[in-house]
């Protein structure tokens, strides 16, 4: 059984920067694409940025691009949200996601993915 958790999201002045992380366990290998998704209240579910197994695709949106960086450990199984230059809008939930098989490479649909973490809450003050 695949499982995802997020880590990393707290509180945090707007200009400040906060770095999620996803850890991946129940796989045995690393084929397999990852992106993060976050949920503001009231609005729907929006993808964020996403990874190839091998790191080579990144995708952003273009409200993070120039602010947020994805990046993966494949040895760990983990992949990184560096997000630098927040802003209240950022406040979200913000889950991480994994694909079966990197059949999408680093897709920007949330379809696209299999598996889900629990989410962890940013929140940027102004």
């Known amino acids: 059984q695949v499982q995802l958790v997020e880590s990393g999201g707290g509180l945090v002045q707007a200009g400040g920067s906060l770095r999620l992380s996803c850890a991946a366990s129940?796989?045995?290998?690393?084929?397999?694409?990852m992106g993060w998704f976050r949920q503001a209240p009231g609005k729907e579910r929006e993808f964020v940025a996403a990874i190839s197994w091998r790191g080579g695709t990144t995708n952003y949106a273009d409200s993070v691009k120039g602010r947020f960086a994805i990046s993966r450990d494949n040895a760990k199984n983990t992949v990184y949200l560096q997000m630098n230059g927040l802003k209240p809008e950022d406040t979200a939930v913000y889950y991480c996601?994994?694909?079966?098989?990197?059949?999408?490479?680093?897709?920007?649909?949330?379809?696209?993915?299999?598996?889900w973490g629990q989410g962890t809450q940013v929140t940027v003050s102004s």
């Open positions: 996601a994994s694909d079966r098989d990197s059949r999408f490479g680093a897709a920007t649909l949330a379809y696209m993915y299999d598996y």
């Open positions: 129940g796989r045995t290998d690393s084929n397999y694409g």
